[in-house]
């Protein structure tokens, strides 16, 4: 699997796969300047890394939310030229996040295409308990799969973590973003809702700020991950730098 650390390892075909697109997406991508050309290798064979597969899940999602190829390339425009895999992984996260949960159906040989690598029982078990992935009820049924979370689960597989400590440490996230929801929702509904509920009749008011609050959604959560990053650093350089 290609890391940052590694470099470019993927062929053209393998990013494909990886990102669930076709190779003519991909040259399609490219040619608008959507994708940073690859890495000439040996043979004159290009390869692609961590930063082109994580670029191209993020020109996926934006096209998703139903943005166009030129508003895409706009967006693109506006950020870092040297932003990391995981900053555009983070950038495709904040973009996700207001749109409805999405899960597919995968066949056996299509999860692992778009694992890009052959899972053991074990990896799917450890898939399932972080919940990237559902089992089929069935033996020849398909797995429900949450699209977005695939790729940082299959990440995880890697990590040289305990499976329990991986799982706690999504304990402690989902109790914790969902504190912080309820009290951002509870603050919203108490002092912008129903006041201007109690104000206001008109119902073309009314649908403005329940419209107010839909719109929102991305700037709550950008803001809550960029705190969030920032106290984990802290955090951690305080917790290092005390031994």
């Known amino acids: 699997m290609a890391t940052e650390t590694d470099g470019p390892t993927l062929t053209v075909d393998e990013l494909a796969a990886r990102a669930g697109v076709t190779v003519r997406t991909v040259r399609f991508y490219s040619t608008r300047g959507l994708l940073p050309p690859p890495v000439i290798g040996p043979r004159r064979v290009g390869r692609y890394g961590s930063d082109h597969l994580s670029r191209l899940a993020l020109i996926e999602e934006l096209q998703h939310q139903g943005m166009t190829l030129a508003a895409i390339e706009r967006y693109l425009e506006q950020l870092p030229s040297d932003l990391s895999a995981n900053d555009l992984a983070i950038h495709r996260a904040l973009v996700a996040s207001w ?45 429900r799969v949450d699209v977005g979370l695939l790729r940082l689960g299959v990440e995880l597989l890697d990590v040289p973590i305990a499976h329990e400590t991986i799982l706690a440490a999504r304990t402690v996230l989902l109790e914790h973003t969902r504190s912080a929801a309820q009290e951002m929702s509870r603050l919203f509904r108490d002092e912008v809702w129903n006041p201007y509920r109690e104000r206001e009749t008109d119902p073309e008011h009314v649908a403005a700020m329940k419209s107010l609050s839909a719109h929102m959604q991305p700037i709550v959560v950008q803001a809550l991950v960029t705190a969030f990053q920032r106290s984990l650093k802290e955090e951690l350089r305080a917790a290092f730098t005390a031994e």
């Open 99 to 143: 749109a409805p949960d999405q899960t597919e159906g995968f066949s056996r040989q299509e999860l692992e295409r778009r694992a890009g690598r052959a899972l053991a029982e074990e990896d799917v078990e450890r898939l399932a308990a972080m919940g990237v992935l559902v089992r089929p009820q069935a033996p020849d049924g398909e797995f």
